[in-house]
């Protein structure tokens, strides 16, 4: 952060602020408001924080109007076609790419971690088999604080590292054992000798009984699906990791806490949102319909995988989780998919619809994240199961930039009270 040297002169009734304004490498200009409560003795009014840089950060770049996303200055789209998700993962926490020799390095360290204690799979006799894998997946993480507690020794560099390395070497783990439990089926073990993504797909679908045979362009596209969700600025649920972390909680109770926030429909359970909305909408012929009650503001039915807090112009990980969808089900086989040809066909329409245009609404990552997922077998539930397996990459980088920082303290905001002003307690006998 720099002083761009702009001074913002905030007056109310006779008394005056000086806010500074600060500049960042990209993007728009920044007020700083720290001194206008001592100014002009008022709060700031922001719900949803829209108009709200929470801290400084140095990690991912959106543009939303002109549909640009960065990692660490890196597009999403050279990305999600040129790297793997291991090199975005090393890329997002520590700053740089990997060198050859880190890259090994790292994912060696993160293999040396796949595995669970052995306790842990106790836990999951404890959920009822129709369990929702979300609520398996926030229980499971939460408790790991339960089995590491150097983790709570934040202050330390090589803890926050060691819970980094574990954190993103056990969720897919957890994530699949979720789904087997759910299935009623036998737990399948980390396998060191695949890569991340191939090894999340042994783990879903293998079975003790007979080899598992990995196919290369769904590992491929599993692992740019991990890639496009790996880290997403200030988001809903990073926020809360942040929020989590500010007070000193330790780094699985703060990842527990944005698994929790991601689970909104709003938020990471768009994806199983659409496909459900697809599936009511079921043929072309009822999207007019479909289209007609999404524009009726009494319905509370919206266009799921449609719209975002930040992007007034196309989503760019959208673009590429279409062009994914196509190659995998090309590879699958799946000519006329019917889902796939009704949500082309709802884009299409939504697209050049005025109400979608005058409201800045495109597709988003999940509109076509939710075909892929389920051509490839995973079911729906596990769909911001898998969102929040890629995006513990980016909370727990989040998480690290803000502990480093140095003068990091506690989140807190204010208020406006709009309740009863101040009022006598009259004791139950005497309220009639
Ligand atoms: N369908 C219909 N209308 C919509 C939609 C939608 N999906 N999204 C926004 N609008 C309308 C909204 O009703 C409002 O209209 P008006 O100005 O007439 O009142 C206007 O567009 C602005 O909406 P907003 O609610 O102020 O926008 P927001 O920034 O608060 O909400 C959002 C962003 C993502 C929650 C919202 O667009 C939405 O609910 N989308 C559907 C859910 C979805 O796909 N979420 C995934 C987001 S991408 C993955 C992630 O990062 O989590």
């Known amino acids: 952060m720099t002083e761009s040297g702009k001074v913002a002169t905030v007056s109310l009734e006779g008394k005056t602020a000086s806010l500074p304004v600060h500049s960042g490498t990209l993007g728009p200009d920044v007020l700083d408001i720290r001194k206008i409560t001592a100014g ?17 950060s140095k990690i991912t ?27 975005v993962a090393y890329l997002l926490l520590n700053g740089e790419l990997p060198t ?7 994912v060696e360290t993160l293999k040396s971690h796949t595995l669970l204690h052995e306790q842990i799979r106790n836990f999951f006799n404890g959920f009822r088999r129709d369990a929702h894998p979300m609520a398996i997946l926030c229980g499971t993480v939460g408790a790991l604080s339960a089995f590491y507690s150097d983790a709570n020794d934040i202050s330390n560099a090589a803890s926050r590292n060691l819970s980094a390395m574990r954190l993103i070497a056990k969720l897919p783990t957890i994530a699949a054992w979720a789904y087997k439990y759910t299935q009623g089926e036998a737990f399948i073990y980390p396998r060191n000798d695949l890569t991340y993504a191939e090894n999340f797909l042994s783990m879903m679908f293998a079975h003790p009984s007979e080899p598992y045979k990995i196919n290369p362009i769904l590992a491929r596209a599993m692992d740019r699906i991990l890639i496009l969700h790996a880290d997403h600025e200030q988001n809903a ?3 809360t990791v942040r929020m989590a972390g500010s007070t000193g909680a330790n780094p699985f109770a703060c990842v527990a806490a944005g698994i929790a926030a991601l689970w909104g429909p709003a938020h990471g359970g768009a994806n199983e949102a659409v496909l459900k909305m697809l599936a009511k909408i079921g043929s072309k012929e009822n999207i007019p319909e479909f289209i007609a009650q999404v524009k009726d503001k009494n319905s509370g039915v919206r266009l799921m995988g449609f719209g975002h807090r930040v ?55 999940d509109f076509y994240s939710g075909i892929i997922l389920k051509a490839m077998g995973i079911p729906t539930s596990m769909f911001t199961v898998l969102f929040a397996l890629a995006r ?29 002003p101040e009022r006598d307690f009259v004791p139950l006998a005497k309220r009639g």
Not at 61 to 86: M, N, S
Not at 100 to 106: N, P, R
Not at 392 to 401: A, L, N
Request: a negative charge.
């Open 40 to 56: 002009l003795g008022v709060f700031t009014f922001d719900p949803g924080y829209g108009e709200t840089a929470s801290c400084t």
């Open 61 to 87: 770049f959106i543009d939303g109007d002109k549909g640009v996303l960065l990692h660490r200055g890196y597009p999403i789209a050279q990305l999600a076609e040129q790297a793997t998700f291991t090199e």
């Open 100 to 106: 050859g020799t880190e890259h090994d390095g790292f």
């Open 237 to 239: 649920s990073t926020s």
């Open 311 to 365: 992007y007034k112009n196309f989503d760019p990980r959208a673009k590429i989780m279409q062009a994914t969808c196509h190659e995998v089900l090309g590879e699958l086989g799946i000519k006329d998919d019917p889902l796939l040809d009704l949500a082309v066909e709802l884009e299409k329409i939504a697209i050049h619809d005025e109400y979608f245009v005058k409201r800045s609404l495109y597709p988003n990552v």
């Open 392 to 420: 513990t990459t980016g909370w727990i980088s989040q998480w690290k930039e803000m502990i480093e920082e140095p003068g990091q303290r506690i989140s807190r905001p204010r208020q406006l009270y709009t309740g009863s």
